[in-house]
């Protein structure tokens, strides 16, 4: 029944392209409906969020969340440029939930207790979700342009009162993909492409050294003269033995 529902909200999600709080029909024995309030009514105040300092609350019974990122599903976050997606919450309490804020933080991804970034809470006014009711709220958010790439971890809560006692519901904590924008070329890049011309320089020069060696050993045979005649040693050596070397050793003979 669980999972029925996380999937319902999630479906709620996919069908809210304009990132409003909405209002669900209230249950249905009741026979009254309870119209959604006027989206100019739904206001985003920014920073000015509640001060809880550091308190965490438990999140409160009744109450579900999940999370989308819009067409992002790869979860990549561009450093320095922001970044939306969209918490929906189910409310099955026995009273409504009046949303304070939403809040996130950015951690490595193998110790949570290294924090990396405080990310800008969303703070919201006249956002209240009924019993029996789903709403979805947006939140946009930009990781710092100094960030190094890389994967790290995003930990996302909502805040939210019920008669008046505050809850808050992790929506999110899992892993995202941040990668450098604004930049031609990375420090990266810059290293990678130093270090393969300095290897094409080392090969060339390793080419250059192996052509010149093989030249060396491909030279002719020096000549040396016998007599008033010239002969190339390396051939008087094939012939050795043969009637060649012997009559010219005949000759030579006559000769002196």
């Known amino acids: 029944m669980k999972n029925f529902r996380v999937f319902f909200l999630a479906l709620l999600l996919l069908a809210s392209p304009f990132l409003q709080v909405a209002r669900s029909q209230s249950d249905s024995e009741a026979g009254v409906g309870e119209t959604a309030e006027d989206?100019?009514?739904?206001?985003?105040?920014?920073?000015?969020?509640?001060?809880?300092?550091?308190e965490t609350f438990s999140p409160a019974p009744g109450v579900e969340t999940v999370c989308i990122f819009p067409k992002n599903s790869a979860r990549i976050v561009t450093a320095g440029e922001e970044t939306e997606l969209i918490v929906g919450m189910k409310n099955d309490a026995e009273s409504s939930v009046n949303v304070i804020a939403i809040q996130a933080s950015v951690h490595l991804p193998f110790d949570h207790n290294l924090l990396v970034q405080n990310l800008t809470a969303q703070a919201f006014k006249n956002a209240s979700v009924p019993t029996s009711a789903q709403a979805t709220f947006p939140y946009i958010f930009a990781v710092s342009k100094y960030l190094q790439p890389g994967?790290?971890?995003l930990v996302g809560s909502i805040i939210y009162e019920i008669d008046q006692q505050p809850y808050q519901s992790t929506f999110y904590n899992?892993?995202?993909?941040?990668?450098?924008?604004?930049?031609?070329?990375?420090?990266?890049?810059?290293?990678?492409?130093?270090?393969?011309?300095?290897?094409l320089i080392l090969l060339g020069l390793w080419i250059h050294g192996q052509v010149k060696q093989f030249s060396k050993k491909t030279k002719k045979a020096p000549k040396v003269e016998v007599g008033t005649t010239t002969r190339d040693v390396s051939m008087d050596e094939w012939l050795q033995g043969t009637a060649y070397t012997q009559s010219a050793s005949i000759k030579s003979r006559k000769k002196k």
């Not at 989206?39 to 550091?54: N, T």
């Not at 899992?174 to 492409?193: A, D, Q």
């Open 151 to 153: 994967t790290f971890d």
């Open 174 to 199: 899992g892993t995202i993909e941040v990668v450098e924008g604004g930049v031609f070329l990375s420090i990266e890049s810059v290293f990678l492409i130093t270090l393969g011309i300095a290897l």
């Open 39 to 54: 989206a100019s009514d739904l206001g985003i105040v920014g920073e000015e969020v509640q001060d809880f300092g550091d």
